[in-house]
């Protein structure tokens, strides 16, 4: 029988006759108010921010919103599985810990909390380039947890080559290629406080523990700091990129190889030629392209182009169990949650991260069962509302 995650609502509730109530709301949109009392004005303006007035990350919310669930009734919902395949792994829900990097701007152990928290509830756990700790120390933290790794794609190639090499001898199977930030968003929030984690040397492990980027700095890190930071500012991504060169990629990494980032449907495509295996919907939390569509509005249009290629799929907005649930229906594989678990971070380290994705879990799996599903795969495009008066 599989693990039923809505029994985490009587787990609390349990708890709460015992005198104990939840450290941390249940409702995961109230997370990024408290957040704001913990953390200093910089850290929070940089997770929570977006691109110019935020209107991208907003449109996010608004693409998921517009979409209402159609319940169905008397459909033997009693025994649910949430488990999915996905690029040839089980996983035991549709969910996955997105790439998020610079942690320690919000909590001391950082990475490592993030990682045992995912570990812990069996959802992979996708590190980041541009993480605080080391990938080989993250690498151990998650043992026998699944191991995905997220390539900032440097400008230098040697760079690149190093940090696949040590990414596999590491144990990391799935390569998440983030496309979208060859160069950083315009991010008012940031730049009217000049806050940039990369110039408190947070962000930059990887880098400064990676022998073919200490090969292109004229003096140590400790001699010059500076200098290295801003070598590192000019080579983690590459404008200069452009589909041939995933050849590169492709022939130097075994494994599934996913593109983040995508939003058009010919990008998908093109991502299928060069032997992509599959791809993720995303417009980065609305962090890099101010005035963009809600990537959900995007998500049915690559689906169509690409679903029996690729495995699509989708994050950028995900706020708890139906927006899960309407992603799925929309046509993605599986979601990645971003800022709720950074947040469940900041706000109880490893056990608010493991909140967050019990939190979330239950939740979609209470919005299968009340709406007829035993499964994800059960869900499609006739679940959600079409408009016209007839579900
Ligand atoms: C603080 C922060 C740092 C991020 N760092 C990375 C990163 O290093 N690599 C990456 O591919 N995406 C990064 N992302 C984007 C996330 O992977 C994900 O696409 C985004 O958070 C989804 O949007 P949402 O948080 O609104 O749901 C970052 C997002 C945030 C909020
Ligand atoms: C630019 C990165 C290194 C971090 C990131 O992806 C982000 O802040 O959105």
Redesign the pocket.
Known sequence: MAKHWADFQYEIYLGGMGGAVPRLPTDLTRLEELAEHRLGAGPVG???G?AGDGGT?RA??AALARHRIVPRLLRDVGERDLSVEVLGRSLPAPVAL??????S??HPEAESAAARAAAAQGVPY?L????STPMEQIAEVLGDAERWF?L?WAKDREVTRSFLERARNSGYSVL?V?L??PLLGWRPRDLERAYLPFLHGV?TANYFSDPAFLAGLAKPVHEDPNAAVLHFAGMFGDPGKTWPDLAFLREHWDGPIVL??IQHPDDARLAADAGMDGV?V??????QVAGAVG?ADVLPGVVRAVGDRLAVLF?????SGDDVFKALALGARAV?????Y?YGLALDGQAGVEHVIRCLLAELDLTLALSGHRTPASVGRDSLYAGDGDA
């Open positions: 940089y997770v929570a977006g990350a996010n919310r997105a790439p998020v990097g610079v942690l701007i919000v996708i980041s380039s541009a993480s997220q900032y998440v983030t979208d930030t962000g983040k980032g993720v995303s417009n980065h939390g609305g962090r990537a994050d950028s907005g995900v706020r990645l949650l971003g800022r709720p950074v």
